[in-house]
């Protein structure tokens, strides 16, 4: 089997497990065979190739084969020494990593695939996209230990359908359920979060879900200078915090400080590392 | 030059002169020059090939140089002979066309640039964006007389700032606002619509912006099968009007039936052929 082939069995092989419930030992034993994959592909037939950085504090790279390039890596994010088998640790202990490797082990952990994926298959964007799905899902549903639905049943005056949703927690009436989308980048596609929100909110009422949004990162290549920005677009967001509906965390694994500066405001979006959800999980949903 | 390069000239004419005011008639002149260009590229290049229809009541074709193929075609819709100088007498006197024809005349002029580009410019939904933008934004602004602003100021407090927005008509303090978003179909993305809707009436209070999404069609070609569905969800879409925002007009050139059944739902959405936005023109934006 060539590279390609590699990727895409462990990929199909998560997909299978996936499907077959989240909440599930086996899907972290796929995750952990796909990462293997792709490390083994980044780390033997691709090279790091620097890029001119404008994000101010931070520096990224891409892996290539020498052909095609990966999105850009956060180069102080990414430790090509953190093993994927360490998530299962991670999902059974998440105090026995300190803050930091922890933010660099997500991090890595989300990259590999990505990274590997974007050398092998041109132009893909769903598999990455799809993956990272996977990936935060599985860990919302192993610390809150339930499987996620990905519709909303609607029974109001002469309704009564099943509209879908992203990934959906119900832990009972003792807790506030969970909406949780997960993208790699948001782009001009952030406004949608915020107004599933308000149509969930409009449904059942207001605090029933809390709104939880995990991101990669949003850095954009710029192919002809070799160099990467983030694209962001804070007050916007405000507006939509504001005027639309209220969102009540938003964890990036590469958080852009134009968003980190948006919890200091008002009105307050709280945006932080992924890694924090691992000591706050239990607050998010709790009523009380 | 080859069809291409022809294509693209008059596609970059439209442009510059898009940029310098969509309220003049160098921008009606601009689109008939392109759609000459593509109705002769359609006609002596191309063929066209039937597809299998998957939508109960509308017939669908392609154009294709014998390669590459445009999207669906709506075979009653789209009428050859009416040639683009043609636009220009509509904005004149839009009464000068019975309901019929305008439909077909609309439908045809909107096509024709976007099958040719198809054709000719492999899996680009960028310029056929752009055009349709330009081409119903042009009509709005010499129906209403007006130029449009892509922006709304925010002056609120602690907040002075830009919002990017579609198309804003300031019409004067005796009229409504028109926000008009335009999309050759809206996928996913029309929740984005409503959300922006209520962004703008959260910011500027209920009513002074009556919003009208303008769209080409929802068909979407199935390659393998050759065949033609239309991509509809109106129980959201139900949801989306009446948990977050009101939209006022929804205008299709080739508007799918489900679609046309929400004018009668409760709350309605007014959906309607493009053709009737030239008879109610002053009504959308009258306060009285």
Known sequence: MD?????????????????LGLNRPEVTAAIV?????????LSKKCSVAPL????????YHTFTDGKRASRPVNTDLFDASISPAGIAA???????????????SLYTWAMTFCAANDVLFVSDQKKPGTFFEYFVGHIFARLYNANPQKFTQVTSLGLNTR??????????????RIHLPVKTSTRERAIQVWAHQRVLDGL????KFRGVLVCLAETNKQTEQNSVVEVCVPEQWRLYQG?????????????????LAL?????????????????????IVSLT
């Open 3 to 19: 590279e390609k082939q590699k990727l895409l069995t462990q990929y199909r092989a998560l997909q299978t497990a996936a499907r």
């Open 33 to 41: 065979a796909l990462l293997d994959e792709g490390r083994d592909f």
């Open 52 to 59: 001119k950085s404008n994000v101010p504090n931070k520096k």
């Open 90 to 104: 991670v999902l059974q202990a998440p105090q026995s990593l300190d803050a930091a490797t922890l933010k660099r």
């Open 163 to 176: 509209i879908p949703t992203d990934y959906i927690f119900d832990l009972g009436a003792s807790k506030a």
């Open 204 to 207: 059942h009422g207001q605090n």
């Open 243 to 259: 005027y639309i509906a209220q969102l009540h965390r938003i964890y990036y694994l590469d958080p852009p400080a134009p968003y």
């Open 263 to 283: 919890s200091a405001g008002n009105p307050p979006v709280k945006v932080s590392y992924f890694s924090d959800f691992f000591s706050e999980s239990a607050k």
